[in-house]
């Protein structure tokens, strides 16, 4: 019989998760029964709406168990099979990760197209990518001509909402956390890149960027980037929003947008989104995607740590901005 480990949650994080809050088992993993199939994870992804369900709280999705095998996406090889329809090579796209090696029914697993490199499943063709294209031209609704700032516009969400923004005739404003990332912005055409770290108002740098304001604001940080954000929209702006990475750690409740005021008379539009509701619309998204990629229109970045052991510091990473791109462990 195979051995595995898998990453367990050990206690409910404090503020920002420490090493501490999680823990390595190894368990046997017994071979496929019927209809099922073995599979061996190649990558597996780290995101932050993870420490959401790290939370014991009713929320979208259900919150993680202490002491269970945590879940996320992830990229693996079927070793073994017991249904035609996957066979021994195939890659698969599952929510079985934070483990090694497990057991599931093919039913449940989505078989892969080679013309990808794995990994981008997990990003840029995967929920990441998605999300940009479900919040950008779906929930904002941006077109030809708008004005879009991005806020973690480096992030594995920000770096392709930027560039289906270009693709869909946009001026870009992008903002990122130090030199390295605000370069990688200007790679991938963002018109305006803002170093937030080193911006001590981002409004008077939002305003300089474009003093006609902005259309769309697609968000991803929430705090002075939200409020920034509010004061360059222009009358009928219609903000996507994604996430506010800045407050998922916060240990008491941060005091709202000092300007929210201002959606009323402006006439703006801010709107919520979860990607998983616009699950029906995956092949339209992919079909965009492939081509987008093949022709050279999108690329991405990703930072990859490696082995299972290192999943917990990945994660971690996330709430310090130290990754370009997607974050990834790669586990074989």
Not at 81 to 99: E, H, Q
Not at 175 to 188: F, N, Q, R, T
Not at 200 to 229: C, M, Q, W
């Amino acid at each position: 019989m195979a051995q595995s480990r898998e990453v367990r949650l050990k206690s409910r994080p404090e503020g920002v998760p420490k090493a501490s809050d999680f823990e390595i088992a190894t368990v046997e993993a017994p071979p496929p029964g019927p209809g099922e199939v073995q599979v061996r994870n190649l990558f597996m992804s780290v995101d932050p709406y993870m420490r959401g369900r790290m939370y014991d709280r009713p929320s979208y999705v259900p919150p993680f168990q202490i002491g269970a095998a945590m879940e996320g996406g992830a990229v693996g090889e079927v070793v073994a099979s017991n249904d035609p329809a996957l066979k021994p090579g195939d890659l698969v796209s599952t929510m079985f990760g934070w483990r090694e090696l497990f057991n599931a029914p093919a039913q449940g697993l989505q078989k892969l197209s080679p013309a990808l490199p794995p990994q981008a499943y997990l990003g840029v063709a995967g929920m990441p990518g998605m999300t940009a294209w479900v919040g950008l031209l779906k929930i904002a609704a941006a077109k030809e001509g708008d004005v879009v700032f991005v806020s973690a516009a480096a992030g594995a969400v920000g770096q392709v909402v930027c560039q289906i923004a270009k693709i869909k005739g946009c001026k870009v404003i992008g903002s990122a956390g130090g030199p390295d990332k605000v370069a990688y912005l200007k790679e991938i055409g963002v018109d305006h890149a803002i170093d937030y770290r080193a911006t001590p108002d981002l409004t008077r740098a939002l305003a300089e960027a474009s003093p006609k304001g902005i259309d769309v604001y697609f968000e991803n940080v929430g705090g002075a980037h939200l409020e920034a954000a509010l004061n360059a929209a222009r009358p009928f702006a219609r903000f996507a929003m994604c996430g506010m990475i800045s407050q998922y750690n916060d240990t008491e409740p941060q005091p709202g947008p000092s300007n929210l005021m201002l959606v009323v008379g402006k006439r703006l539009r801010l709107e919520g989104f979860i990607v998983s509701d616009h699950f029906a619309e995956m092949g339209a998204f992919l079909q965009d995607m492939t081509g987008w990629i093949t022709s050279g229109k999108v690329k991405w970045r990703e930072t990859i740590d490696q082995g299972l052991e290192a999943a917990p510091g990945a994660f971690i990473k996330l709430f310090k901005g130290e990754n370009i791109g997607k974050m990834l462990v790669k586990l074989s």
